[in-house]
């Protein structure tokens, strides 16, 4: 039998507002352990929580991107669950009545978008974090456990697809396309190896045609992209073997093991966990005015979708518009206003993803720190598209102009690196070359084509190599056949 | 004993140089000495602290800083609001010992409003019970008669207040924690509107319900704390931040025209005569006084009682989750993690405070949220529903604040549902949110308290005080507690 994998993931993303989510302790990675905390996020007896207005504005924003609706009417629920990092044993979090609801996410597997539905978007609050000491960490043998709630109370959005997913590499597509739109939103910074975005992939399999759902396993752990994509590969090769060889998926939690290139089971689900979820008496429902989310909706920067189809407008193919949408910013208005001055797209585009960015990484320059801007990055494309530098001398010129020797025409004329472009003084140079090759000459007239080669080499030598090798070839061609 | 001046009387006397700050708290601890041993009204006494602020406000006095009605004024608190370095158990082993590293909103209001802080009073363990009882630091009895109970779970601040040894206390009132108890000590406890008073550090028993209100042992001495404590707080998610009406506009204004509903629902079967008859007294005396009475019927009510204990145990459940010996509060020994939180909450929590627990965990099991916590949660609407169409008829309605006087300590600890019928008429106030205030109007034919509730609709505490002043002088309830002849 042929089987058919069903993905879908859920993201954790941490916002990164000033404070928490429901106290007004600082957000931030890497302060001493439990100095960002207060009765609130400490769960205290007696400590209430209040709603970070910052917080909501961000989801909004979020389900709004994700083409959500954002509900009238919100309400937080308690999750209520024992564990030592989890200072109230409940999480506030919501239940069915969450803020953002039915969405969708256009992703671009191998030049092919798939639509991915996005089930909901809610509001919650993060944990403490564990650190288990002895033991290599791990939890059964460890000597004692460190709690921090720095963590405690951060506000936390958590995304959850639609089981629409197909395979491997269109997971890690969504995962990719889902961290490009939270960027550009701003309201997170979106790190997997801080733990600030974080994904978990529910995976089942179903024969081909079908369209029920097959018991489903929660895979948890990637770390990154790649280990996305290879721990959903695995385990729906996992299943196929369990069933093929008449075994059985048994619904449970398995944990990536990334070294090992395999999931492990962590624990069994006995149907699902009861977290007696109810309503959140210490907080009142909240009502999201739609004036207030017509204001979130305008003030939407555009979208990295929205970006590559304008980029794509210009003319440049799908992958140097997939990559120049994803570059940074300063980059991305250097290239828009060379185009706005009149330089070739493509050319531009190529540029600014190819070399300035090669050369703010080799010299550690932040992007928006270089002295370059759309009107030299079009004097540049203008010189080389006309001939009058060539594009090996080009990238010298680029060199010298981020090294702030001036404009790229002051570059190329400091750096005697203009070609010798008129036709008369060339031709001259070409017919002193052609009278110093009597040999080569014959040979051509011979019918060996490869003495061009030679013969362009010797102008080239000649000029000190600021001859157009194109025009040089042309000239040559010309005098040989007269 | 005379229980000494109240919050009115002391002011006055303070501001006419006829006393000072430090001599009232002297005369409260004095009582507090001579009554402890039979009453067990305060878990803590913090003696210096309290000469400390008391001597401030003397100064403060002096110098021209007057900071209100509660200026240097001994208030005691129930001790499951939250004071910075001052113990705070909630009556419960499981926080023994334990210092707030803050102090509830209501305690820096008080601390504002220049109040003396004399101690923390006894509770029912997480304000769960109807008698103080309770407590795992032993119980607090009646000052009328020290066989029996002084009501619950704020037993002790109305014990207190019914000494003197406290001018006024704060309670916490979750099904008629503040009302019960005193009618059963015969003092003024008050209930507020739900969300005018802070709960930022009150240590929740049932979040949606509980609210914080005084005891005094005047009405006008309850409008005076009442001002102090209530108002906007931007650290309660749940705080109103409206209009707050004048709880004292009314107190002399009489109550002529106004229109007065007498609950059919609670009288009849299991409701003492002399409650009954005194109750019946003073609706007559009210009608002579110009008021227009009406029965009215409030169906639900008949099964708020059951809805009451879905809600507070299911909320109860989450509420002391956090208690589990990681962070704070009694530690038990375990191998696991898992091990030593069950030991933790095993050793922690007393009977009553296990029993609901459970109660409201299962309550909110997959399977049985409907049946349980859902149909509750409609009854609250639906008693919600039965106020509002009897607010279209009358300005308040009133009732007996308990069906019985104080009962014989011991006579209920082993049967949890007579127990939970104490609170039978102050629990629907509690699931709408409405205010409610008892007073007393009598004594019944063994010399014990009886106490009267008046009903009023959201942020009605402006009626609510101007009909219960009107009941107090009717009542002419000028008694104090004998404990001396019963001590000696």
């Given at each position: 039998?042929?089987?058919?994998?069903?993905?879908?993931?859920?993201?954790h993303v941490e916002l990164l507002t000033d404070s928490k989510m429901?106290c007004g302790c600082a957000v931030g990675f890497g302060a001493e352990p439990n100095t960002n905390v207060c009765?609130?996020c400490l769960?205290?007896?007696?400590?209430?929580?209040?709603?970070?207005?910052?917080?909501?504005?961000?989801?909004?924003?979020?389900?709004?991107?994700?083409?959500?609706?954002?509900?009238?009417?919100?309400?937080?629920?308690?999750?209520?669950?024992?564990?030592?990092d989890?200072?109230?044993?409940?999480?506030?979090?919501?239940?069915?009545?969450?803020?953002?609801?039915?969405?969708?996410?256009?992703?671009?597997?191998?030049?092919?978008?798939?639509?991915?539905?996005?089930?909901?978007?809610?509001?919650?609050e993060d944990t403490g974090k564990s650190t288990h000491v002895?033991?290599?960490g791990?939890?059964?043998?460890?000597?004692?456990t460190l709690l921090d709630f720095n963590r405690s109370g951060v506000p936390l959005?958590?995304?959850?697809?639609?089981?629409?997913?197909?395979?491997?590499?269109?997971?890690?597509?969504?995962?990719?396309?889902?961290?490009?739109?939270i960027v550009?939103?701003g309201v997170s910074d979106a790190r997997l190896e801080e733990g600030s975005m974080r994904?978990?992939?529910?995976?089942?399999?179903?024969?081909?045609?079908?369209?029920?759902?097959?018991?489903?396993?929660?895979?948890?752990?990637?770390n990154s992209?790649?280990?996305?994509?290879?721990?959903?590969?695995?385990?729906?090769?996992?299943?196929?073997?369990?069933?093929?060889?008449?075994?059985?998926?048994?619904?449970?939690?398995?944990?990536?093991?990334?070294?090992?290139?395999?999931?492990?089971?962590?624990?069994?689900?006995?149907?699902?966990?009861?977290?007696?979820?109810?309503?959140?008496?210490?907080?009142?429902?909240?009502?999201?005015?739609?004036?207030?989310?017509?204001?979130?909706?305008?003030?939407?920067?555009?979208?990295?979708?929205?970006?590559?189809?304008?980029?794509?407008?210009?003319?440049?193919?799908?992958?140097?518009?997939?990559?120049?949408?994803?570059?940074?910013?300063?980059?991305?208005?250097?290239?828009?206003?060379?185009?706005?001055?009149?330089?070739?797209?493509?050319?531009?585009?190529?540029?600014?993803?190819?070399?300035?960015?090669?050369?703010?990484?080799?010299?550690?320059?932040a992007?928006?720190?270089?002295?370059?801007?759309?009107?030299?990055?079009?004097?540049?494309?203008?010189?080389?598209?006309?001939?009058?530098?060539?594009?090996?001398?080009?990238?010298?010129?680029?060199?010298?102009?981020?090294?702030?020797?001036?404009?790229?025409?002051?570059?190329?004329?400091?750096?005697?690196?203009?070609?010798?472009?008129?036709?008369?003084?060339?031709?001259?140079?070409?017919?002193?070359?052609?009278?110093?090759?009597?040999?080569?000459?014959?040979?051509?007239?011979?019918?060996?084509?490869?003495?061009?080669?030679?013969?362009?080499?010797?102008?080239?030598?000649?000029?000190?190599?600021?001859?157009?090798?194109?025009?040089?070839?042309?000239?040559?061609?010309?005098?040989?056949?007269? | 004993?005379?229980?000494?001046?109240?919050?009115?009387?002391?002011?006055?006397?303070?501001?006419?140089?006829?006393?000072?700050?430090?001599?009232?708290?002297?005369?409260?601890?004095?009582?507090?000495?001579?009554?402890?041993?039979?009453?067990?009204?305060?878990?803590?006494?913090?003696?210096?602290?309290?000469?400390?602020?008391?001597?401030?406000?003397?100064?403060?006095?002096?110098?021209?800083?007057?900071?209100?009605?509660?200026?240097?004024?001994?208030?005691?608190?129930?001790?499951?609001?939250?004071?910075?370095?001052?113990?705070?158990?909630?009556?419960?082993?499981?926080?023994?010992?334990?210092?707030?590293?803050?102090?509830?909103?209501?305690?820096?209001?008080?601390?504002?409003?220049?109040?003396?802080?004399?101690?923390?009073?006894?509770?029912?363990?997480?304000?769960?019970?109807?008698?103080?009882?309770?407590?795992?630091?032993?119980?607090?009895?009646?000052?009328?008669?020290?066989?029996?109970?002084?009501?619950?779970?704020?037993?002790?601040?109305?014990?207190?207040?019914?000494?003197?040894?406290?001018?006024?206390?704060?309670?916490?009132?979750?099904?008629?924690?503040?009302?019960?108890?005193?009618?059963?000590?015969?003092?003024?406890?008050?209930?507020?509107?739900?969300?005018?008073?802070?709960?930022?550090?009150?240590?929740?028993?049932?979040?949606?319900?509980?609210?914080?209100?005084?005891?005094?042992?005047?009405?006008?001495?309850?409008?005076?704390?009442?001002?102090?404590?209530?108002?906007?707080?931007?650290?309660?998610?749940?705080?109103?931040?409206?209009?707050?009406?004048?709880?004292?506009?009314?107190?002399?204004?009489?109550?002529?025209?106004?229109?007065?509903?007498?609950?059919?629902?609670?009288?009849?079967?299991?409701?003492?005569?002399?409650?009954?008859?005194?109750?019946?007294?003073?609706?007559?005396?009210?009608?002579?006084?110009?008021?227009?009475?009406?029965?009215?019927?409030?169906?639900?009510?008949?099964?708020?009682?059951?809805?009451?204990?879905?809600?507070?145990?299911?909320?109860?459940?989450?509420?002391?989750?956090?208690?589990?010996?990681?962070?704070?509060?009694?530690?038990?020994?375990?191998?696991?993690?898992?091990?030593?939180?069950?030991?933790?909450?095993?050793?922690?929590?007393?009977?009553?405070?296990?029993?609901?627990?459970?109660?409201?965990?299962?309550?909110?099991?997959?399977?049985?949220?409907?049946?349980?916590?859902?149909?509750?949660?409609?009854?609250?609407?639906?008693?919600?529903?039965?106020?509002?169409?009897?607010?279209?008829?009358?300005?308040?309605?009133?009732?007996?604040?308990?069906?019985?006087?104080?009962?014989?300590?011991?006579?209920?600890?082993?049967?949890?549902?007579?127990?939970?019928?104490?609170?039978?008429?102050?629990?629907?106030?509690?699931?709408?949110?409405?205010?409610?205030?008892?007073?007393?109007?009598?004594?019944?034919?063994?010399?014990?308290?009886?106490?009267?509730?008046?009903?009023?609709?959201?942020?009605?505490?402006?009626?609510?005080?101007?009909?219960?002043?009107?009941?107090?002088?009717?009542?002419?309830?000028?008694?104090?507690?004998?404990?001396?002849?019963?001590?000696?």
């Amino acid at each position: 039998m042929s089987w058919e994998p069903v993905i879908g993931i859920e993201v954790h993303v941490e916002l990164l507002t000033d404070s928490k989510m429901f106290c007004g302790c600082a957000v931030g990675f890497g302060a001493e352990p439990n100095t960002n905390v207060c009765p609130t996020c400490l769960g205290l007896p007696g400590a209430l929580p209040v709603t970070n207005r910052a917080a909501i504005e961000s989801i909004m924003a979020i389900g709004l991107a994700l083409n959500c609706e954002v509900s009238e009417r919100s309400v937080f629920h308690r999750k209520n669950y024992f564990y030592a990092d989890l200072p109230k044993n409940y999480q506030i979090s919501q239940f069915d009545n969450p803020v953002c609801v039915d969405g969708h996410l256009d992703v671009d597997v191998d030049g092919v978008i798939h639509r991915v539905g996005i089930e909901r978007a809610h509001m919650e609050e993060d944990t403490g974090k564990s650190t288990h000491v002895g033991a290599g960490g791990r939890i059964h043998a460890a000597e004692s456990t460190l709690l921090d709630f720095n963590r405690s109370g951060v506000p936390l959005v958590e995304i959850v697809s639609r089981p629409e997913i197909r395979s491997a590499a269109e997971a890690r597509a969504y995962a990719l396309e889902l961290r490009s739109v939270i960027v550009e939103l701003g309201v997170s910074d979106a790190r997997l190896e801080e733990g600030s975005m974080r994904f978990d992939a529910n995976v089942s399999i179903r024969p081909v045609g079908s369209t029920e759902l097959g018991t489903k396993v929660e895979v948890k752990n990637m770390n990154s992209f790649r280990s996305l994509e290879r721990a959903v590969e695995h385990e729906i090769a996992r299943q196929i073997e369990l069933v093929d060889s008449d075994g059985a998926v048994v619904q449970e939690t398995r944990h990536w093991d990334e070294e090992a290139g395999v999931t492990h089971s962590m624990r069994t689900k006995e149907g699902s966990s009861d977290y007696r979820y109810f309503v959140e008496p210490d907080l009142v429902p909240m009502v999201l005015d739609r004036q207030w989310v017509q204001r979130i909706r305008e003030t939407l920067p555009e979208l990295p979708a929205q970006r590559r189809e304008r980029y794509r407008g210009d003319g440049l193919g799908g992958s140097l518009a997939g990559v120049l949408s994803a570059a940074d910013p300063a980059l991305r208005d250097i290239y828009e206003a060379a185009v706005a001055e009149g330089a070739d797209p493509k050319a531009a585009a190529n540029w600014v993803t190819g070399e300035v960015i090669g050369w703010s990484r080799r010299h550690d320059v932040a992007a928006s720190e270089l002295q370059f801007d759309g009107a030299a990055l079009a004097e540049l494309v203008g010189m080389v598209g006309e001939g009058r530098i060539s594009s090996s001398a080009a990238k010298e010129v680029l060199d010298g102009v981020l090294s702030g020797e001036g404009s790229p025409g002051q570059v190329a004329e400091a750096r005697d690196l203009i070609q010798i472009g008129d036709r008369t003084s060339l031709g001259a140079l070409v017919a002193e070359v052609l009278a110093a090759s009597p040999r080569a000459v014959e040979g051509y007239r011979g019918g060996d084509e490869k003495v061009v080669g030679f013969l362009v080499g010797q102008v080239m030598k000649a000029t000190q190599g600021k001859a157009d090798p194109r025009l040089v070839d042309e000239l040559l061609r010309e005098q040989l056949s007269a | 004993m005379r229980p000494g001046p109240g919050v009115a009387e002391a002011g006055r006397q303070l501001r006419a140089g006829e006393t000072t700050s430090v001599r009232l708290l002297e005369g409260v601890l004095e009582r507090a000495g001579s009554s402890e041993a039979q009453v067990h009204a305060f878990l803590t006494i913090d003696r210096d602290r309290a000469l400390e602020t008391a001597a401030q406000a003397d100064a403060d006095l002096a110098d021209g800083i007057d900071r209100g009605p509660l200026h240097g004024i001994p208030i005691a608190l129930k001790d499951n609001m939250c004071t910075r370095g001052m113990e705070t158990t909630a009556a419960s082993q499981i926080l023994a010992g334990y210092r707030p590293p803050y102090d509830a909103t209501v305690v820096s209001r008080l601390g504002e409003a220049g109040a003396v802080v004399v101690g923390k009073t006894n509770l029912d363990e997480f304000a769960m019970g109807s008698s103080t009882e309770n407590s795992a630091y032993g119980p607090t009895y009646n000052p009328w008669d020290t066989t029996r109970v002084a009501g619950g779970s704020s037993g002790g601040s109305a014990a207190a207040v019914a000494i003197g040894s406290a001018t006024a206390a704060l309670g916490s009132d979750t099904g008629g924690s503040i009302r019960q108890p005193a009618a059963l000590c015969g003092v003024v406890g008050m209930k507020p509107t739900y969300g005018t008073v802070s709960r930022y550090g009150l240590i929740a028993f049932a979040s949606s319900l509980d609210q914080i209100g005084p005891l005094t042992r005047t009405v006008e001495d309850s409008a005076l704390t009442l001002e102090a404590i209530w108002g906007h707080d931007p650290f309660d998610g749940t705080s109103y931040s409206g209009d707050y009406p004048d709880p004292k506009a009314g107190l002399s204004r009489g109550v002529t025209g106004l229109r007065v509903g007498v609950v059919k629902e609670l009288s009849g079967e299991g409701y003492e005569p002399a409650v009954e008859s005194a109750t019946a007294d003073m609706v007559a005396k009210l009608e002579s006084a110009g008021v227009e009475v009406v029965e009215v019927s409030l169906p639900s009510f008949e099964i708020a009682l059951s809805a009451y204990y879905l809600i507070a145990p299911a909320e109860c459940s989450a509420n002391l989750a956090r208690f589990d010996g990681i962070r704070y509060g009694h530690r038990g020994q375990g191998a696991t993690t898992e091990a030593l939180m069950a030991r933790s909450r095993a050793e922690g929590f007393g009977p009553e405070v296990t029993r609901r627990i459970l109660l409201g965990t299962y309550a909110l099991s997959a399977g049985y949220y409907d049946a349980f916590y859902g149909q509750a949660q409609r009854v609250r609407a639906a008693i919600q529903e039965d106020f509002g169409r009897a607010y279209q008829q009358v300005d308040v309605l009133v009732s007996p604040t308990s069906p019985t006087v104080a009962f014989e300590a011991g006579a209920r600890t082993s049967d949890p549902l007579a127990m939970y019928l104490s609170d039978i008429c102050t629990i629907p106030s509690n699931l709408a949110g409405h205010p409610a205030i008892s007073l007393p109007v009598g004594l019944d034919g063994q010399g014990l308290p009886i106490g009267f509730q008046v009903m009023a609709p959201p942020l009605g505490e402006g009626v609510m005080y101007r009909v219960a002043a009107e009941v107090e002088r009717l009542a002419g309830f000028d008694v104090a507690p004998g404990l001396e002849e019963v001590a000696s």
